[in-house]
């Protein structure tokens, strides 16, 4: 009862703070814009995997989540064809996306399903190169909970399907202020680029060093500054350190509604990785049959050419031959 009592009196206390400044901003003619735009941006992520993920995936989801303090890690879902539950999920964890991963064929293949629950879009991507943090061993290191810098490369709007994947990144990816676990820090930044047709993921961390007095005087009078280049900003050294994960998304398809509806995009150049492993063993058998006929014909000529002891066409007699000689 006390946890309610104290919810709702911080409740009537900020209603009363916000009609006090509604009156005070009515009176100037002026309404605070960044206010409402506050209010309005509330992100939370559900982040779950399904049943049959390897190690790798696990320790990729433990990265995500611990890269973005607006997340909420979930239990694996049980089932792979009723992905519409993920919705009801959401709305249970007070959730408005969800960022799905889907094991197929004991681990081997995994996709990436984004969605903006209720109402969608979804957009479903094959995952490939995976390196976690634990393989990377990397030196960068960022705070836990902070904000970080969102990269998007100049291709993301040239195309209609990329622009609305581009949306959906922002919201997964992108730390609203209103997140009670985030810090108030920006120290790393995560790039996004478009390459082959594919979406490659990297993170940095952002590293200020301070510049050695040498350099500041080189600078200072190579500038004509006799404060050094403070003035200008120019004291610190700025540098991207690789923090990890890594990954590359290649898109399939994009629905119109969350895990359901209308197919509204598809990838019409993707190739999927069981036709690319059959693609594999039809080639290694075609070898092993090429092999096997060329025995046969070389079996074949030996026998016409009467090389063979049993088989085959019989060789000749000769009259000059021992046998007939000294018969």
Request: aromatic share 6%; with cysteine; proline share 3%.
């Given at each position: 009862m006390s946890a309610v009592y104290k919810s709702l009196s911080s409740k009537s206390s900020s209603k009363e703070k916000r009609n006090s400044s509604s009156?005070?901003?009515?009176?100037?003619?002026?309404?605070?814009?960044?206010?409402?735009?506050?209010?309005?941006?509330?992100?939370?992520?559900l982040m779950l995997t399904s049943r049959g993920v390897s190690y790798r995936h696990r320790h990729l989801l433990n990265d995500l989540n611990a890269l973005l303090p607006h997340s909420r890690k979930e239990a694996k879902l049980d089932t792979k064809s009723r992905l519409y539950q993920l919705n009801e999920l959401a709305e249970l964890y007070n959730c408005n996306n969800v960022l799905f991963f889907e094991a197929r064929k004991g681990g081997k293949d995994l996709y990436a399903w984004m969605s903006k629950a209720p109402n969608g879009p979804t957009v479903k991507m094959h995952l490939q190169n995976l390196h976690t943090m634990e393989e990377l061993h990397m030196t960068g290191n960022c705070l836990k909970g902070s904000r970080p810098i969102l990269s998007f490369d100049s291709t993301?709007?040239?195309?209609?399907?990329?622009?609305?994947i581009k949306e959906l990144l922002m919201h997964i990816f992108g730390v609203p202020k209103s997140s009670r676990k985030r810090k108030p820090f920006i120290d790393h930044v995560m790039g996004f680029t478009v390459?082959?047709?594919?979406?490659?993921?990297?993170?940095?961390?952002?590293?200020?060093?301070?510049?050695?007095?040498?350099?500041?005087?080189?600078?200072?009078?190579?500038?004509?500054?006799?404060?050094?280049?403070?003035?200008?900003?120019?004291?610190?050294?700025?540098?991207?350190?690789?923090?990890?994960?890594?990954?590359?998304?290649?898109?399939?398809?994009?629905?119109?509604?969350?895990?359901?509806?209308?197919?509204?995009?598809?990838?019409?150049?993707?190739?999927?990785?069981?036709?690319?492993?059959?693609?594999?063993?039809?080639?290694?058998?075609?070898?092993?049959?090429?092999?096997?006929?060329?025995?046969?014909?070389?079996?074949?000529?030996?026998?016409?050419?009467g090389l063979k002891t049993f088989g085959g066409r019989k060789k000749e007699k000769d009259a000059l031959d021992d046998q007939a000689l000294f018969a």
């Open positions: 009156k005070a901003t009515q009176s100037n003619g002026e309404i605070s814009e960044q206010e409402q735009l506050e209010k309005k941006y509330r992100q939370k992520v993301f709007d040239t195309q209609p399907h990329l622009e609305v390459a082959e047709g594919r979406i490659w993921i990297r993170c940095y961390q952002i590293d200020e060093t301070e510049k050695h007095g040498k350099e500041l005087n080189g600078q200072s009078k190579a500038n004509g500054d006799a404060s050094g280049g403070q003035a200008n900003g120019q004291d610190t050294d700025m540098k991207l350190i690789e923090i990890g994960p890594r990954f590359v998304l290649t898109p399939i398809v994009i629905l119109e509604s969350s895990f359901g509806g209308p197919v509204i995009y598809e990838n019409r150049e993707f190739v999927s990785p069981n036709q690319v492993r059959a693609n594999m063993r039809l080639a290694r058998a075609g070898k092993r049959n090429l092999r096997a006929d060329q025995g046969a014909e070389s079996k074949f000529k030996r026998g016409e050419l």
